[in-house]
């Protein structure tokens, strides 16, 4: 690269252009790791005090602390030390054993009650209370009223 640019006169721009190399590459200047280690340090103080912090916490301890990192370095920090925890999965309950509904022989043995809401067409809601025999699926006009709204 530094052939074409001093010896054909060409500008960098141009070099890289005949290289297939982006500018970026070019003007890429390695970065000393030194601050890494900064991290780490404050990341192990941070997992000893706390240690099922996962990193979001522990990246917002170190914002409230006054650490201005971005949060992409120190995630690439925090995996690299191996402390990303697993999330605990929900343990599934076991399968409950459906059972039949013991259907009554005869009247006025079970009886089921439920309530109800429905509106008319003018908007007026209204509520019942409903009581049915389980036997013949009959319901029992004593005891159904209904409590407009």
């Known amino acids: 690269m ?10 960098i721009r141009q070099a890289c252009l005949a ?19 900064i991290i780490i340090a404050e990341l192990e103080k941070l997992a000893e005090k706390h240690p099922t ?15 201005i990192w971005n949060h992409k ?21 076991p399968a409950r054993v459906k ?3 013991i259907l009554p022989i005869e009247c006025n043995v079970t009886w089921s009650m439920d309530f109800m809401q429905d509106s008319l ?18 319901a029992d006009d004593r005891h159904r009223y209904i409590h407009e709204c």
């Open 19 to 37: 290289m297939k190399l982006s500018l970026s590459v070019y003007y890429y200047c390695f970065k000393d790791k030194t601050e890494d280690k």
């Open 73 to 93: 370095r120190v995630y690439r920090v925090y995996v690299m030390m191996g402390l990303n925890i697993r999330r605990k999965r929900k343990r599934r309950l």
């Open 121 to 138: 067409i003018n908007g007026k809601s209204f509520r019942t209370f409903n009581v049915i025999d389980d036997h013949n699926r009959e």
């Open 2 to 11: 530094g052939y074409l640019v001093k010896d054909e006169d060409l500008s």
């Open 53 to 67: 912090y996962g990193f979001k916490k522990m990246f917002h301890l170190l914002r409230s602390e006054g650490c």
């Open 99 to 101: 059972t039949p509904h």
